[in-house]
């Protein structure tokens, strides 16, 4: 029994694990070799035998040598994962240098827009006194203000203000980019003024004698113009249904001439006349009283008729000897004017004239359909107005700056 087991344990120890046979070593005394004489010297070394009932009991028990051996691999025990370190911020990239109309759009909307309109404009023009004053002594105007005249105004010559001028017309606009309109338009455009005496600078001298150098004047002129705009509105609100831009341009165009200025001499010895009260002399001595036709009333003169004949009374429509035209304080009867037979157009007026427009200018532009424009400069005069479009057609990517801006996107793309 004691030959069996220890036969088959050492066995089963070594099946099982190293750690306990080298735990049994420590615990089996060594076995002495054997002397001569002894009965067991002939014999085989023995297996070695259990370790002696008196030895000190060991505290490690061996695992049982009837458990299958395990096929299961030895893990060891995992250690702790060191966190990853937080990746560091990347510098911000600089800022890409794009236009204001380009940061903008990129902010708001990178879409497709109508390129084509049709609209029409009107307002109003005006020719300032201030130039006028420059060559004139006095003369009439029309400033849309009615009819009271301010210190201003009077010191530089105007006699009498009424009425106001007007220009209305029909446009083409196609949009260049989302900033440039080029503009095509055909408007007509009115300047006419009060009827009244004018006096050039040059023929007045400040003395009574000069006032009879004065001329009735009559202005009806009209313009048919046609010219090309260029305008640049910057984009100050871009929104997905509103845009709005203020900017301004110039343009050049040609202006058709009609209508005519007329002229007809105040006449020698002026003096004032009312058919109810007649001829009334001292009336017509400073440039105020040019501005009253009942105080200087022109009068057929032979040194302004260049045959002397005088017209019959008969054809004045208020006849009397003296021939004076039938005026009130602001304006003459045409009649009595042509029978004086000297009544002349003015000459030195070209029929077709340039016409160069500076130009400031906001619009409105609602879902990229409908505009409303404000408009103001100069051309042959000041103007203020306004105007509606209507922007239709296929729409298409802002050429001026859909390259660029892709090119940009492409180049960072490419460096992350």
């Not at 879409?111 to 004139?136: D, K, M, N």
């Not at 003024?193 to 002129?221: C, F, H, M």
């Not at 005026?327 to 029978?339: F, G, Q, V």
């Not at 400069?377 to 057609?393: A, D, P, S």
Request: glycine share 12%; with cysteine; hydrophobic share 35%.
């Amino acid at each position: 029994m004691c030959g069996a087991w220890g036969a088959v344990w050492p066995a089963a120890a070594r099946a099982d694990a190293l750690p306990l046979v080298s735990l049994r070593g420590l615990a089996q005394p060594e076995t002495p070799e054997p002397t001569e004489g002894d009965p067991g010297a002939t014999e085989p070394t023995p297996t070695p035998e259990p370790t002696s009932s008196k030895a000190p009991p060991s505290t490690l028990q061996p695992t049982s040598s009837k458990a299958p051996p395990s096929t299961a691999p030895l893990t060891a025990e995992p250690e702790p994962e060191e966190p990853e370190p937080e990746p560091e911020p990347k510098a911000e990239e600089p800022a890409e240098d794009l236009s204001l109309e380009t940061e903008r759009r990129l902010a708001a909307r990178d879409e497709a827009f109508h390129r084509h309109g049709i609209g029409a404009h009107g307002g109003i023009s005006v020719i300032p006194t201030w130039i006028l004053g420059r060559w004139l002594a006095t003369h009439t105007n029309a400033l849309c203000r009615g009819s009271t005249i301010g210190a201003f105004a009077a010191d530089r010559g105007l006699a009498r203000q009424d009425g106001c001028n007007f220009y209305v017309g029909g446009d083409y606009t196609y949009r260049f980019s989302r900033v440039l309109d080029v503009t095509a338009s055909v408007q007509y455009q009115r300047a006419k003024v009060p009827e009244g005496l004018w006096l050039d600078k040059a023929r007045y001298n400040g003395q009574a004698g000069s006032i009879e150098a004065a001329d009735y004047t009559q202005i009806d002129l009209g313009l048919i113009a046609m010219e090309v705009d260029f305008i640049a509105r910057a984009p100050i609100v871009i929104t997905k249904d509103v845009e709005f831009g203020i900017g301004g341009g110039g343009g050049l165009g040609l202006g058709i001439v009609l209508g005519g200025v007329f002229h007809t001499p105040l006449g020698s010895a002026p003096a004032g006349y009312t058919p109810a009260g007649g001829r009334t002399d001292g009336t017509c001595q400073t440039l105020e009283d040019l501005a009253d036709l009942t105080r200087c009333t022109p009068r057929w003169d032979a040194a302004a008729d260049g045959d002397d004949v005088p017209p019959d009374p008969s054809q004045l429509s208020s006849p009397n000897p003296e021939l004076f035209a039938n005026c009130t304080s602001t304006s003459c009867n045409e009649n009595d004017l042509r029978a004086f037979g000297y009544r002349e157009e003015q000459s030195g007026i070209p029929p077709v004239i340039p016409v160069v427009n500076l130009i400031l200018s906001m619009r409105v532009l609602i879902k990229d359909t409908v505009g409303i424009t404000v408009n103001g400069g100069f051309n042959t005069g000041f103007y203020f107005g306004g105007g509606l479009q209507y922007f239709f057609g296929k729409r298409e990517q802002d050429e001026m700056t859909k390259k660029p801006v892709e090119a940009r996107r492409r180049g960072r793309a490419r460096g992350a």
